[in-house]
């Protein structure tokens, strides 16, 4: 990897990028070199029960550095962009500089832009959009929200459909109202200097390829042996792209072959909707060539 670029050690710094494009390697780069704290902004990497399988940084790389935010939710727990934003508060006002890194946008536009405080969802609404979505599917889910509303997210995207339902079923309000009296943001743009890291296809595919033996090399089938007892579909920390596959592998419902072959193609899925998130909404980050790295 080149030098990292010349930052203000006290200048907080955001690192967004698809999976498996480096951002990890990059942050550690610029907290070695000056200072901070490498703070999680993955969703799915808080959660204590994946390890190998969700790339966490490894032991090796978190004593190189402090990090923060990583596997401290337990797998059976929800967990939410507002659960994050109120732990990344108190580590902006204190300590050294944050050095921000992951793949959700989600918790990126919220720490740059500004997050509704919308009233949590009560867990029998919660049960209520789980056996809708089960019985009648995403379109059931979608007929009920507004146009503004549908026109923000991600409509093929069960969880954030599902979100947007249960908002306006709890509140009586569209989350697009919600959104609309956001109050400022806890981490302006202009205050930071902002990376988004530009992986083509091209350069992604192999490496996605490459992780995933690596994550089976290193445990990866043992850690999902370790949550077969209790697996819960439903479960935010069981969105773990290649969990389910792994999880129907050790029930016998598919060969090893297979389960890696599509936890593959829903990484690669996966970064793709990644992409198309970055370059609608983080026009203004300063892009970096993952191929530079």
Same mark, same amino acid.
Do not use: C
């Given at each position: 990897?080149?030098? =990292?670029?010349?930052?203000?050690?006290? +200048?907080?710094?955001?690192?967004?990028?698809?999976?498996?494009?480096? /951002?990890?390697?990059?942050?550690?780069?610029?907290?070695?070199?000056?200072?901070?704290?490498?703070?999680?902004?993955?969703?799915?990497?808080?959660?204590?029960?994946?390890?190998?399988?969700?790339?966490?940084?490894?032991?090796?790389?978190?004593?190189?550095?402090?990090?923060?935010?990583?596997?401290?939710?337990?797998?059976?727990?929800?967990?939410?962009?507002?659960?994050?934003?109120?732990?990344?508060?108190?580590?902006?006002?204190?300590? =050294? +500089?944050? #050095?921000?890194?992951?793949?959700?946008?989600?918790?990126?536009?919220?720490?740059?832009?500004?997050?509704?405080?919308?009233?949590?969802?009560?867990?029998?609404?919660?049960?209520?959009?789980?056996?809708?979505?089960?019985? /009648?599917?995403?379109?059931?889910?979608?007929?009920?929200?507004?146009?503004?509303?549908?026109?923000?997210?991600?409509?093929?995207?069960?969880?954030?459909?599902?979100?947007?339902?249960?908002?306006?079923?709890?509140?009586?309000?569209?989350?697009?109202?919600?959104?609309?009296?956001?109050?400022?943001?806890?981490?302006?743009?202009?205050?930071?200097?902002?990376?988004? #890291?530009?992986?083509? /296809?091209?350069?992604?595919?192999?490496? #996605?390829?490459?992780?995933?033996?690596?994550?089976?090399?290193?445990?990866?089938?043992?850690?999902?042996?370790?949550?077969?007892?209790?697996?819960?579909?439903?479960?935010?920390?069981? /969105?773990?792209?290649?969990?389910?596959?792994? #999880?129907?592998?050790?029930?016998?419902?598919?060969?090893?072959?297979?389960?890696?072959?599509?936890?593959?193609?829903?990484? +690669?899925?996966?970064?793709?909707?990644?992409?198309?998130?970055?370059?609608?909404?983080?026009?203004?980050?300063?892009?970096?060539?993952?191929?530079?790295?």
């Amino acid at each position: 990897m080149p030098s =990292p670029p010349d930052i203000p050690a006290d +200048r907080p710094v955001l690192i967004a990028g698809p999976t498996a494009s480096g /951002k990890s390697a990059l942050a550690l780069a610029i907290a070695e070199t000056g200072g901070g704290i490498i703070v999680n902004a993955d969703a799915i990497q808080v959660f204590a029960n994946w390890r190998v399988l969700t790339a966490r940084p490894s032991l090796r790389d978190e004593a190189r550095a402090p990090h923060r935010l990583y596997g401290h939710v337990p797998g059976e727990a929800g967990y939410s962009v507002g659960h994050w934003l109120r732990e990344v508060a108190p580590l902006l006002r204190d300590g =050294p +500089r944050p #050095i921000i890194v992951g793949g959700t946008g989600l918790y990126f536009s919220a720490l740059t832009e500004g997050l509704a405080d919308i009233p949590p969802t009560p867990p029998e609404i919660r049960a209520e959009a789980d056996a809708r979505l089960a019985r /009648k599917g995403l379109t059931s889910l979608l007929a009920d929200l507004d146009d503004a509303t549908l026109a923000r997210i991600d409509t093929r995207n069960p969880m954030r459909v599902q979100r947007a339902w249960e908002v306006q079923r709890t509140t009586g309000r569209a989350l697009a109202a919600w959104q609309d009296a956001t109050p400022p943001p806890m981490l302006p743009l202009p205050d930071v200097t902002a990376y988004v #890291i530009d992986a083509p /296809k091209t350069f992604l595919t192999p490496r #996605i390829e490459q992780r995933f033996d690596a994550m089976l090399a290193q445990g990866a089938l043992d850690e999902a042996r370790a949550n077969l007892t209790g697996w819960d579909p439903a479960r935010p920390s069981s /969105k773990a792209i290649g969990a389910p596959e792994l #999880i129907a592998h050790l029930r016998g419902a598919q060969s090893l072959e297979a389960a890696r072959a599509a936890s593959v193609i829903g990484t +690669r899925q996966y970064a793709k909707r990644q992409r198309t998130w970055f370059r609608a909404r983080m026009r203004n980050w300063q892009w970096i060539n993952a191929q530079d790295l």
